[in-house]
């Protein structure tokens, strides 16, 4: 086992307690710190109490549920990625959990090996990210600016903070104003994989996006029926 001294910290919030045993003590194997809770309420009175790297989230929990504690968590903290790991395996729970705020959804039974994979994707995005805030880098189309740096965009009179997963949609569009940029491209880029899951997660963001700019009458995201989308400046 590594030392967890300089580990990456995960918040892991789980009630069944057989479940958690065995998560947490892979997840050490692998080396990183777990700091575990068994329901979203005693989670979030602790959440300010460490530096979580990502957070592991079951849904249907006593106190407060993975759903309610995704968007208080959200409210507090912008960057951090979600990644929900439950029985729930509906459609519209996958994508009610994206509409909190969630980066990504595992559905139980999973392997250990496949949720290291995905935890090592959300951390391997977040020192890539961190790494280019050294940069000072802004984007401008239309009456909108996206201020990648700081994960803000400004819309009109209307500023809104971004997710990372947002701040770098927005900035693959930007980046290809009056270009189709093609769904799978985006997928990969961003989600690390063109499932069909993850291509509902992206229509989430499209339209969470297009509320963001719907001040900005100068610009819009059209959707190209079966390809992708583009940002246009009229």
């Keep these: 086992m590594e030392s967890q001294a300089n580990s990456p910290t995960l918040l892991y919030v789980e009630d069944d307690k057989s479940l958690a045993f065995v998560t947490r003590d892979n997840l050490q194997q692998f080396g990183y710190k777990v700091i575990h809770f068994e329901n979203g309420q005693t989670a979030l009175s602790n959440l300010t109490s460490y530096k979580f790297d990502l957070c592991l989230l079951d849904i249907m929990m006593p106190k407060m549920d993975g759903f309610e504690l995704a968007k208080r968590i959200r409210e507090i ?18 994508i009610q959990g994206f509409k909190l705020g969630a980066d990504d959804y595992l559905t139980k039974p999973f392997s250990m090996e496949e949720l290291r994979l995905k935890i090592e994707v959300f951390l391997k995005r977040n020192r890539v990210w961190n790494q280019s805030k050294n940069m000072s880098n802004q984007l401008k189309i239309g009456n909108s600016i996206l201020d990648y ?21 927005l900035e693959h569009l930007f980046s290809h104003a ?6 799978e491209d985006i997928l990969m880029r961003i989600w690390g994989d063109d499932s069909y899951f993850n291509g509902r997660s992206l229509d989430v963001f499209v339209s969470r996006i297009r509320k963001y700019l719907s001040g900005d009458t100068s610009i819009e995201i059209e959707n190209i029926r079966s390809i992708g989308f583009r940002l246009h400046q009229t």
């Design 77 to 94: 903290n912008h960057d951090v990625p979600i990644l929900f790991l439950s029985a729930k395996a509906g459609v519209d729970d996958r």
């Design 149 to 169: 740096q700081n994960q803000l965009l400004y819309s009109g009179a209307v500023q809104t903070k971004l997710t990372l997963r947002e701040t770098l949609l």
């Design 178 to 183: 009056n270009q189709i940029v093609k769904r």
